[in-house]
C-alpha cells in the first residue's frame, strides 16, 4: 500500500514563474486535499476534491493559484506569477470517500528567489 | 482568537520521560481530532484519530479528549530520542456532510533527550 506521493520535492524559481505540482493519493482515495505550510505554522488549508470534483477553496487560495483533478486519480496546483510570500511547503493529502483520517504525503517545498 | 490553539514550545525531556501535549479550541462543532507527528522537511504523519470524548491508546502513546473543556492532549509514555519531532493536533467537522477539512494547531517542537 503506498503513501501519498508529491512531486517534486523541491522547486526553486525566480519570481514571476509559473510552477506546478503533482500530488498522487492513496489508491482508492477519492478525497483530495491541499495545504500549505509556511515555518513554524501548522498546515492550512487551501482546496478539497471529492473524486474530480473541486468542492471547496479557501480565501488563501487567490486568482494565481489553480488546482485541477481531472480523472479523479493524481491532482496538480499551478501557481501563475509567484510571489516572495508564495515560499512555503505545499502538502496533499487524501481521505476515503467515507471518511476517515486524511493521510499526508511529504510536500513540495517552494523557494522563491 | 485563533480556532485551535497550540503551545509550540519547545519542550526538551530526558528519554524514558511521560510528555504531555495539548491543544485547546474553540469552534463546539469540531467532532474529529487527531495528532500528528512530523519530522523536519517531512510530511505529517498520523498518530491518532479520536471521534469522542475519552481515551485512545495505542503502544506508548494515549489520546484525551475533553470536548466539554474543548480540550485535547496527547501522552507519550517512555519517550525516546525517534520520538523528537513536531506534534501536530488537527481537528475537523462534518458540517454539511461533506466538509472534512482539517485545522491545525501550530505544533510543539519536543525533543527527547537521550
Known amino acids: 500500500d503506498t503513501g501519498v506521493s508529491q512531486n517534486p520535492r523541491h522547486k526553486i524559481t525566480k519570481r514571476g514563474q509559473n510552477v506546478t505540482f503533482r500530488c498522487d493519493p492513496i489508491?482508492?482515495?477519492?478525497?483530495l486535499y491541499w495545504y500549505r505550510q509556511t515555518l513554524g505554522q501548522g498546515p492550512e488549508f487551501l482546496t478539497y476534491?471529492?473524486?474530480?470534483?473541486?468542492?471547496?477553496k479557501s480565501r488563501l487560495l487567490s486568482d494565481r493559484f489553480s488546482a485541477e483533478r481531472p480523472k479523479g486519480s493524481f491532482s496538480t496546483l499551478e501557481i501563475q506569477r509567484t510571489e516572495q510570500g508564495d515560499s512555503a511547503m505545499y502538502l496533499c493529502?487524501?481521505?476515503?470517500?467515507?471518511?476517515?483520517?486524511?493521510?499526508f504525503g511529504d510536500g513540495t517545498r517552494l523557494s522563491i528567489l | 482568537q485563533k480556532e485551535v490553539e497550540q503551545d509550540p514550545g519547545p519542550l526538551s525531556v530526558p528519554e524514558g520521560a511521560i510528555v504531555s501535549l495539548n491543544c485547546t479550541y474553540s469552534?463546539?462543532?469540531?467532532?474529529?481530532f487527531m495528532w500528528y507527528r512530523q519530522y523536519s522537511r517531512k510530511g505529517p504523519e498520523l498518530l491518532m484519530y479520536?471521534?469522542?470524548?475519552g481515551n485512545k491508546e495505542d503502544g506508548r502513546f494515549t489520546a484525551q479528549v475533553d470536548k466539554s473543556s474543548k480540550y485535547i492532549s496527547l501522552f507519550i509514555r517512555d519517550s525516546q530520542p525517534s520520538d523528537s519531532a513536531t506534534y501536530l493536533c488537527?481537528?475537523?467537522?462534518?458540517?454539511?456532510?461533506?466538509?472534512?477539512?482539517?485545522?491545525f494547531g501550530k505544533g510543539t517542537l519536543l525533543t527527547v533527550n537521550p
Open positions: 493529502a487524501s481521505s476515503p470517500l467515507q471518511g476517515g483520517p486524511q493521510h
Open positions: 489508491s482508492e482515495h477519492n478525497r
Open positions: 476534491f471529492q473524486n474530480e470534483a473541486q468542492l471547496e
Open positions: 469552534n463546539s462543532a469540531f467532532q474529529y
Open positions: 479520536t471521534y469522542s470524548s
Open positions: 488537527a481537528m475537523s467537522h462534518n458540517s454539511g456532510g461533506s466538509n472534512y477539512k482539517l485545522t
